[in-house]
């Protein structure tokens, strides 16, 4: 009998086969449960303490004015008066 018609090696590369199966089956419930864990909305027990205010982006928001953005509103505000 040649090596690939072996009746142990074709059992065990059955089991081998099943045993990957099974691993990717299960990999793929986790996956999904985890995704599914994500999608849940919390009840709204749960609230954040003290945060008054809300971050949009990373950027910090610019406060120093620079020196023409200071002449122009200066301008700005003779031309108001």
Known sequence: MSKKNSLSRRKKQYEFDLRRE????????????????????DS?????KG???????????????TALAKAKAAQAMEIEK
């Open 51 to 65: 945060a008054g205010g809300f971050q949009v982006g990373k950027k910090k928001v610019k406060t120093k004015l």
């Open 44 to 48: 709204g027990s749960k609230k954040k």
């Open 22 to 41: 099974q691993q990717e089956k299960e990999k793929k419930a986790m996956k999904l449960s985890a995704k599914k864990n994500k999608m849940k909305v």
